[in-house]
């Protein structure tokens, strides 16, 4: 079992950006990474995902603004968001799921992923 740890989130103004981190993750193994949102009173969401081949997905309402990456000598998994949107605001989960990523994945609801970080906080303000 993994223990994905969540970093960098906070508060911004419409049109900001913050970079979210994920750790914890095993190189050694392949899974596929994510991220998922959930705001109140809102369903949970998809945002981005990729995996070792470095194939990646986006939900369509962050194509463009948000940017998944591997930091490979951090072993960090990180998400550059800009442009952001008081919509963006919600609880951002690091995901993890044994194996290539499946392009729809990203537009589930997040049971195609068995490891779930503790998720952090981003508000956008406008």
């Known amino acids: 079992q993994l223990q994905l740890k969540e970093s960098g989130g906070g508060s911004v103004q419409a049109g900001g950006s913050l970079s979210l981190s994920c750790t914890g993750y095993?190189?050694?193994?392949?899974?596929?990474m994510g991220w998922f949102r959930q705001a109140p009173g809102r369903e949970r969401e998809g945002v981005a995902t990729?995996?070792?081949?470095?194939?990646?997905y986006y939900v369509d309402s962050v194509k463009g603004r948000f940017a998944i990456s591997e930091d490979n000598a951090r072993r960090n998994i990180l998400l550059q968001m800009n442009n952001l949107k008081p919509e963006d605001t919600a609880m951002y989960y690091c995901?993890?799921?044994?194996?290539?990523?499946?392009?729809?994945?990203?537009?589930?609801?997040?049971?195609?992923?068995?490891?779930w970080g503790q998720g952090i906080q981003v508000t956008v303000s406008s």
């Open positions: 995901v993890a799921s044994i194996g290539y990523c499946q392009r729809w994945y990203v537009r589930g609801d997040g049971s195609d992923f068995e490891e």
């Open positions: 990729i995996d070792r081949d470095d194939d990646k």
């Open positions: 095993r190189k050694d193994v392949n899974y596929c």
